[in-house]
Every structure is written in C-alpha cells, then in structure tokens.
C-alpha cells in the first residue's frame, strides 16, 4: 500500500515538474515580454 501511494506522489511530483518546466522555460523572470500586472 505505501508503495502505491509512494509512487502515486512521485508520479504527480513529476507532473507539476514537469507543467512548471513547460509555463517558465525561457522566460525571463519567469513572466512574458510585455506582460501586465496592473488592475484590470
């Protein structure tokens, strides 16, 4: 049983990697040229 939930945490461990990789990968400080923060 706690091998399945072991590997069950490395497996979505790997997703958010692997999701975070794909959002930031060649960003500079990790936000888009030309990206907005004001109140809209």
């Given amino acids: ?3 399945i939930l072991l ?3 490395g497996a979505l461990l790997l997703l958010g990697l692997i999701v975070w990789w794909v959002m930031f990968a060649g ?3 990790g ?3 030309g990206e907005r923060t ?3």
Avoid: C, F, I, T
């Fill in 27 to 29: 960003r500079q400080k």
């Fill in 38 to 40: 004001g109140d809209d």
């Fill in 31 to 33: 936000e888009r040229p």
């Fill in 1 to 3: 049983m706690w091998l």
């Fill in 7 to 9: 590997e069950a945490l």
